[in-house]
Each structure stands twice: as structure tokens, then as C-alpha cells.
């Protein structure tokens, strides 16, 4: 009788090389982090691997590998023995794998916290080393370089432009690799208002087919509890007619949110809630002539949210938790990251900054499609839905950097804003 090694199907992994002793070696993970832990294979364990595609059969596999490599020989018994090997790590699309997913996803879905997925590895998970490490964000140099880089992009905003602090843009790149390109926007945002809610829109980076991906989970962190306002989470759920928790697995170990606590925590004196809200992909919704202000779905959920505003009363403010562009071959392009290329992507990005800083909604939506989605920038969707609700504003660049990764001759670009606006009463879109 067949079973589920006969032709083995592995799930989607992140891979990649290591050298150790002088040997070469491929570092496999689970993306989604239900694997039990990461495993280490030789290139030719690997090879074998690239076969699991569900459809080749271990005989298939065989007869490809004395192929590829002449005189080496494998048996079928040592294929059966590498699937069996992945699947008892939960690597493999098995009935294995599926029961042991459920459980994962069941004991999430049943714990009314959401506990700190990263503490310990992007950031300490120690309270008073964790306040030590934020602490020396901000005097990092290098943040203090990055503002006076800065100064001629955008020139001296004028205090009359500064009425109203609307938000920040700001990074979710590991904290190891960008924490100095956070500070200055939370120092404006901690300067300038006394919010009580926090709306952080993030990016589902690990699935969900929802635009919106919301929860009701408080956020653990090592120095605390951030609480959910679940009143203004009803509330924006009556509006659109539906719940936008049904995803809410998403959450469980995605980043974007996750990083932007500690920072809301250590600088805010007052009391305050979040609604965390992580954003899916603009992409199904554009090509053949249409804008994501065609996607009446979308709209009818950010229309609510504008309702939900009004009516809570709530003093509000937004942190768009985005990474810009991501180019190399690790993120699937078929070119190498140069220093001319990285000028070209600074110089897009810039482009994107001016449009954004005018809360130019139009422009925004013409650079989608021809720029950003294939640069990869991740910032879409949060950032059309904050500008979708905001009337009129100014926004700031107050950071900028580029983290270019060798080893992938690859590159992420980021960066921070901060956003003003006008008065509370006449803070929000009057669509009708």
C-alpha cells in the first residue's frame, strides 16, 4: 500500500548555505516555525530534497541522482530514511504534519495572550537589559547621523505644520540589524502626543488571505502586557459587517507588531492600548487598468475604520510598522545587489517619500504597480490605508538606511517618517 513516503512532499522552507571545518553545508528552517527545529544537510541531502515535490516517486528520485552524479550512489532505503527524518521534524506535507499543526494553531487560537515570539533573539527578553538595550538605540550614532543626513531632503518644516501628530512610519527590520532607524521617529511621537490608542498596521508576512488580519490577543512582551482595545476592535467590526479576527493565527509569530512594543512601552508615561492589525498583499487587487480604490471590499473595511474613529472618541494615533524595498537574489531577482543598484533603490525610495509626504493618494496608487510591487516594498497597503483616511498632512523623513546582506549579494531598504495634520475635529475623511 502506498504511503506518504513513497513520493514525499516537502512544505515551503527557507534554505541556505554554511561553510563550517571547510565543508559546505544548507541550513533548512520552517518559515512558519511549526517545524519542530531547523535542521543541517549535506548539498546532496539537499538535492534529494529538491525532488520532494509530492509527484516523483523515490525511484524517480534515485534514478535522477545517479544522473546528476555519476559514479555516487543512493538507495532508495537512504531517500526513505531523509523523509522520514523531515517528517518526524514536521517538514513534510503529511498527516503528521497536519495534526501536529492543528495543535500548534489550536493552543494559539485558545490563549488570550499572544506572547513575545522574538524575545531573546531580535531583542532581549531580560526587563532592565531590554530597557538598557532601547536606551542605547537612541544614543546610537549612527541615529544621530541618519537626522543630519536628513536635514537637506527635508529641508525646515515649519512649527505651523506641526499641529497635529497623525502617526509615524517606521521600520520592522531585526532590531540587531536597524534599531537606529526607529528612534527618531518615536522620539517625535513620544514628544508630541499623549495617545491612547495605537492602531499598528503591520504586514501578514506569514499568510492570511485578508487585507485586514486583526486580533483580540493582548501582546506579551519582557516588560509587560499591552492590551488590545477590543471596545474599538467591536466597534470597527460592527461598522464592516463582519470579523476581521478570523486569521488571527497570522499574529503568532509575526514581527511587525512585535517589534514596535517595546519602544511604545519604555517611551510612553501614560496608559495606552493597541489595535494591532497586520496588512495583507495589494497585489490581487491591482493589474489590467485596476487601483486598490477600485477594491470596494477594502474600502467598505477602511470606511468603517473611519467610523470607528469618529464614534470611539478615541485619541488616536497610527504606526505603520513597514520595510521598503527588498531586491537581490534572495528575494527572487536575478541580479546581484551593486553599489549602482543600491543608489538606484535610494533614489526610488526617495521618489516614494515625496509622494508620501504629501499624502498625494493618487500618486501613490500610479507607483504600485509600476515600482513598488516589484521592488518588493511592503509598505502598500498600510500606507493607502492611512492615507485613504487622513484629509490632508505633512509627513517628515527622519530616517533612512540600507541593509545590504553579502553572503546574498542582496538588500533591504527602510526607513522612518513622522506625520502632522490638522486639528482633531477635522482629522479624518469626510466621504459622505
Same mark, same amino acid.
Given at each position: 500500500?502506498?504511503?506518504?513516503?513513497?513520493?514525499?512532499?516537502?512544505?515551503?522552507?527557507?534554505?541556505?548555505?554554511?561553510?563550517?571545518?571547510?565543508?559546505?553545508?544548507?541550513?533548512?528552517?520552517?518559515?512558519?516555525?511549526?517545524?519542530?527545529?531547523?535542521?543541517?544537510?549535506?548539498?546532496?541531502?539537499?538535492?534529494?530534497?529538491?525532488?520532494?515535490?509530492?509527484?516523483?516517486?523515490?525511484?524517480?528520485?534515485?534514478?535522477?541522482?545517479?544522473?546528476?552524479?555519476?559514479?555516487?550512489l543512493?538507495?532508495?532505503?537512504?531517500?526513505?530514511?531523509?523523509?522520514?527524518?523531515?517528517?518526524?521534524?514536521?517538514?513534510?506535507?503529511?498527516?503528521?504534519?497536519?495534526?501536529?499543526?492543528?495543535?500548534?494553531?489550536?493552543?494559539?487560537?485558545?490563549?488570550?495572550?499572544?506572547?513575545?515570539?522574538?524575545?531573546?533573539?531580535?531583542?532581549?527578553?531580560?526587563?532592565?537589559?531590554?530597557?538598557?538595550?532601547?536606551?542605547?538605540?537612541?544614543?546610537?550614532?549612527?541615529?544621530?547621523?541618519?537626522?543630519?543626513?536628513?536635514?537637506?531632503?527635508n529641508?525646515?518644516?515649519?512649527?505651523?505644520?506641526?499641529?497635529?501628530?497623525?502617526?509615524?512610519?517606521?521600520?520592522?527590520?531585526?532590531?540587531?540589524?536597524?534599531?537606529?532607524?526607529?528612534?527618531?521617529?518615536?522620539?517625535?511621537?513620544?514628544?508630541?502626543?499623549?495617545?491612547?490608542?495605537?492602531?499598528?498596521?503591520?504586514?501578514?508576512?506569514?499568510? $492570511?488571505?485578508? *487585507?485586514? =488580519?486583526?486580533?483580540?490577543? #493582548?501582546?506579551?512582551?519582557?516588560?509587560? +502586557?499591552? @492590551?488590545? !482595545?477590543?471596545?474599538?476592535?467591536?466597534?470597527?467590526?460592527?461598522?464592516?459587517?463582519?470579523?476581521?479576527?478570523?486569521?488571527?493565527?497570522?499574529?503568532?509569530?509575526?514581527?511587525?507588531?512585535?517589534?514596535?512594543?517595546?519602544?511604545?512601552?519604555?517611551?510612553?508615561?501614560?496608559?495606552?492600548?493597541?489595535?494591532?492589525?497586520?496588512?495583507?498583499s495589494?497585489?490581487?487587487?491591482?493589474?489590467?487598468?485596476?487601483?486598490?480604490?477600485?477594491a470596494?471590499?477594502?474600502?467598505?473595511?477602511i470606511?468603517?475604520?473611519?467610523?470607528?474613529?469618529?464614534?470611539?472618541?478615541?485619541?488616536?494615533?497610527?504606526?505603520?510598522?513597514?520595510?521598503?524595498?527588498?531586491?537581490?537574489?534572495?528575494?527572487?531577482?536575478?541580479f546581484?545587489?551593486?553599489?549602482?543598484?543600491a543608489?538606484?533603490?535610494?533614489?526610488?525610495? $526617495?521618489?516614494? *517619500?515625496? =509622494?508620501?509626504?504629501?499624502? #498625494?493618494?493618487?500618486?501613490?496608487?500610479? +507607483?504600485? @504597480?509600476? !515600482?513598488?510591487?516589484?521592488?518588493?516594498?511592503?509598505?502598500?497597503?498600510?500606507?493607502?490605508?492611512?492615507?485613504?483616511?487622513?484629509?490632508?498632512?505633512?509627513?517628515?523623513?527622519?530616517s533612512?538606511?540600507?541593509?545590504?546582506?553579502?553572503?546574498?549579494?542582496?538588500?533591504?531598504?527602510?526607513?522612518?517618517?513622522?506625520?502632522?495634520?490638522?486639528?482633531?475635529?477635522?482629522?479624518?475623511?469626510?466621504?459622505?
Open positions: 500500500m502506498p504511503d506518504a513516503f513513497d513520493c514525499p512532499e516537502i512544505r515551503y522552507i527557507d534554505a541556505f548555505p554554511f561553510e563550517q571545518d571547510g565543508e559546505k553545508y544548507i541550513y533548512i528552517r520552517d518559515p512558519l516555525e511549526i517545524a519542530s527545529a531547523p535542521l543541517v544537510m549535506t548539498p546532496l541531502e539537499f538535492y534529494v530534497i529538491t525532488h520532494f515535490d509530492g509527484v516523483h516517486t523515490v525511484a524517480d528520485i534515485q534514478e535522477k541522482f545517479a544522473r546528476q552524479f555519476g559514479a555516487l543512493i538507495t532508495e532505503e537512504r531517500i526513505r530514511e531523509i523523509a522520514r527524518t523531515l517528517d518526524a521534524h514536521y517538514y513534510l506535507a503529511t498527516e503528521n504534519y497536519h495534526a501536529h499543526a492543528e495543535q500548534v494553531m489550536e493552543a494559539f487560537r485558545r490563549s488570550p495572550v499572544r506572547k513575545a515570539w522574538h524575545a531573546g533573539s531580535a531583542y532581549e527578553a531580560d526587563p532592565e537589559k531590554l530597557r538598557g538595550q532601547i536606551e542605547g538605540f537612541y544614543r546610537s550614532p549612527h541615529s544621530a547621523g541618519m537626522l543630519q543626513e536628513l536635514k537637506e531632503v529641508g525646515t518644516l515649519p512649527d505651523s505644520a506641526r499641529k497635529r501628530l497623525l502617526g509615524i512610519l517606521t521600520p520592522h527590520i531585526d532590531l540587531r540589524v536597524g534599531a537606529a532607524a526607529y528612534t527618531p521617529a518615536y522620539r517625535q511621537l513620544f514628544e508630541h502626543t499623549e495617545a491612547d490608542l495605537f492602531i499598528i498596521l503591520g504586514v501578514a508576512h506569514y499568510g $492570511g488571505g485578508s *487585507f485586514f =488580519i486583526a486580533t483580540e490577543k #493582548d501582546f506579551e512582551t519582557p516588560l509587560g +502586557i499591552v @492590551e488590545t !482595545d477590543r471596545d474599538f476592535l467591536h466597534a470597527w467590526e460592527d461598522f464592516a459587517g463582519g470579523k476581521l479576527t478570523r486569521e488571527d493565527w497570522a499574529h503568532r509569530i509575526e514581527h511587525s507588531i512585535e517589534f514596535q512594543l517595546p519602544f511604545l512601552q519604555h517611551g510612553c508615561s501614560h496608559p495606552f492600548k493597541i489595535l494591532p492589525v497586520l496588512c495583507g495589494v497585489e490581487p487587487h491591482l493589474g489590467e487598468g485596476r487601483r486598490l480604490e477600485d470596494a471590499g477594502i474600502n467598505h473595511q470606511a468603517a475604520l473611519r467610523r470607528a474613529l469618529e464614534r470611539q472618541g478615541k485619541k488616536a494615533v497610527f504606526v505603520l510598522s513597514v520595510d521598503l524595498a527588498h531586491m537581490g537574489p534572495k528575494f527572487g531577482d536575478d546581484a545587489i551593486t553599489s549602482g543598484k543608489q538606484e533603490i535610494r533614489q526610488a525610495d $526617495g521618489r516614494m *517619500f515625496d =509622494i508620501i509626504s504629501r499624502f #498625494d493618494i493618487d500618486a501613490f496608487q500610479q +507607483i504600485m @504597480e509600476s !515600482d513598488l510591487l516589484p521592488r518588493k516594498v511592503d509598505a502598500c497597503s498600510a500606507v493607502y490605508t492611512f492615507l485613504s483616511l487622513m484629509k490632508t498632512g505633512r509627513g517628515e523623513v527622519v533612512y538606511d540600507q541593509n545590504f546582506q553579502p553572503e546574498t549579494q542582496s538588500l533591504v531598504s527602510y526607513g522612518s517618517m513622522v506625520f502632522w495634520g490638522e486639528k482633531p475635529e477635522r482629522l479624518i475623511k469626510d466621504k459622505g
